[in-house]
Nanobody, 122 residues
């Protein structure tokens, strides 16, 4: 049974920082890709940052230089450090994972999802 447990999120002023965490269980043998996606009201879901268990990561252009994604393989946990937050980063953030062979930012490629955590930047 695959489970993704998210933590972090909340409200912060513009320019501030937040850290999201997501712990995976149930499938983390072999290569897998984990990451974060977000959806703002009235907008489509978009990829934020993803990382592969054996190395490599990709970021949306809108967050490059501000967000950093890291993976603790021993804990099967990803951490998204978000700095210099902007109001346009406000969204529901979802953790996702899948045993993919390629690092992809397309939400449709991921079969396993967390419940989401709200990030609000004012």
């Amino acid at each position: 049974h695959v489970q993704l447990v998210e933590s972090g999120g909340g409200s912060v002023q513009a320019g501030g920082s937040l850290r999201l965490s997501c712990a995976a269980s149930g499938f983390t043998r072999g290569r897998y890709v984990m990451g974060w996606f977000r959806q703002a009201p009235g907008k489509e879901q978009e990829g934020v940052a993803v990382i592969a268990s054996d190395g490599g990561a990709d970021y949306a252009d809108s967050v490059k230089g501000r967000f950093t994604l890291s993976l603790d393989n021993a804990k099967s946990t990803v951490y998204l450090q978000m700095n210099s937050l902007k109001p346009e980063d406000t969204a529901m953030y979802y953790c996702a994972a899948d045993p993919l062979c390629t690092i992809l930012l397309r939400p449709s490629e991921y079969n396993y999802w967390g419940q989401g955590t709200q990030v609000t930047v004012s």
